[in-house]
């Protein structure tokens, strides 16, 4: 099985920089991609980005130029780096992994970024 954390959310103004990371941990640590989706209020859960490995990464359009994902240090580590960011990105983010032991995704709790105007 797997666990995600979701360290480094919360509030900033408009224009300002948050890195929230996601950390996985557990038995099933075969993992393929990692991602980030977000989800505001009264709107359905969407994908902010993926991480494959290094070089293969992809972006909705709607991000492409301010938000970069990358890996830590630790192999099972992504980071959110968000850049410019504007009131209407204010959600709740998610991290999911690919397990491959399982076959299955895997979802942290999610972090609350607020980006207030």
């Known amino acids: 099985q797997l666990q995600l954390v979701e360290p480094g959310g919360g509030m900033v103004q408009a224009a300002g920089s948050l890195r929230p990371s996601c950390a996985a941990s557990g038995t099933a640590l075969s993992i393929s991609r990692m991602c980030w989706y977000r989800q505001a209020p009264g709107k359905e859960r969407g994908l902010v980005a993926t991480?494959?490995?290094?070089?293969?990464?992809n972006y909705a359009s709607s991000v492409k130029g301010r938000i970069t994902i990358s890996r830590g240090n630790a192999k099972n580590t992504v980071y959110l780096q968000m850049n410019s960011l504007k009131p209407e990105n204010t959600a709740v983010y998610y991290c999911?992994?690919?397990?491959?032991?399982?076959?299955?995704?895997?979802w942290g709790q999610g972090t609350q970024v607020t980006v207030s105007s």
């Open positions: 991480f494959i490995s290094v070089g293969s990464t």
């Open positions: 999911s992994a690919f397990s491959n032991d399982y076959a299955r995704d895997y």
